[in-house]
């Protein structure tokens, strides 16, 4: 079976992390009154899984015209408060009928795409991660997008964000072949802003597939925008104070969020060890918080010793006669 999605991440665009009934009522009035949501070890709130309905073409490197007709699932995911993600994934499969049927066939089976014309799933798989598309090519960026921007646009967000961030994306693909002795996965930085996933995991279990790949985009945009903002920070000939004023709401606001497969069924944790050795996430990520904490200590240092030097010395009473 292949699945398929795509996760759009980003800073949520509000000046402090919103408390958990407040990312709760932001979720449930802007996406879906019906809410999940988890404090530990981090919170986490989620809407449910909406169908979105589609009938179009499938994407394919090969040009190949499939037709897909079934539902996405789509959701809205906010991460302490802090970091917003849109996620949207389905499953293909060949149809059994050549003629399209009553859209209640299809909604009986969220998340469920049915292949009308021959289906070469490697076709489609090189289809997705490549966004080879034409206009009737079924396009996930336009859901999540959407799904972020609903949020986004909420008035119970106040739009002063502490930091300016850029969105994330991340395609992925997944074989699910309970046939496989363990999961495997291969991680590509496509472009600044996009990023893909080949997955091929033992379990029949879509959702744990989702759940590994959101934890994915998350870090993925923390450790992107942590080195962004350090870099750009670094980069210019700017005194050392106006360096941590840039750093500093990374320290308040993001270094926190670091916690890899949180979320992550253990079924698939193997995936998230195998990024951890090579290309070590979890290395670039420990020197990264460790150049900023250097910055601020540096700073702390000058601003005592700035204050010892200006310090008036107390006068030497003259020995007693």
Known sequence: MLAFGEVQTGL???????????TEQLVATAVDERIQTVERPIGRTCSQDQQEGVDCLLPAVS????RGIGTVLARV????????QGSAYAQVAPARNTVRLPWSHYLASPGQLEAIGKLDSKDVALGVLSGARTAKTLELSAI???????????????HAPPLRTSRLRLRWTAVLDKSLSEPDGVFTLVSDELRTMELRVPTADLTAVVALCEDLALHDWLL?????????????DRSRTDRVSRLQPLLEHLL???????????QLLPVWEALDQRPGFTRQWEAAVARIRDQITVETLDLLQAADGRRP????SPPAR
């Open 256 to 266: 926190h969020l670091w916690m890899p497969a949180a979320h992550v069924p253990e």
């Open 144 to 158: 999540t997008t959407r799904m972020v921007d609903t949020v986004q646009r909420s008035r119970l967000v106040d």
């Open 313 to 316: 010395t107390r006068p030497v």
């Open 12 to 22: 949520l665009q509000n000046s402090a992390a919103l408390s958990r009934r407040g």
């Open 77 to 84: 995911v906010v991460v302490g408060g802090h970091v917003i």
């Open 224 to 236: 992107t925008t942590v080195l962004s903002v350090l870099d750009a920070t670094l980069a210019h």
């Open 63 to 66: 040009g190949r015209h499939t």
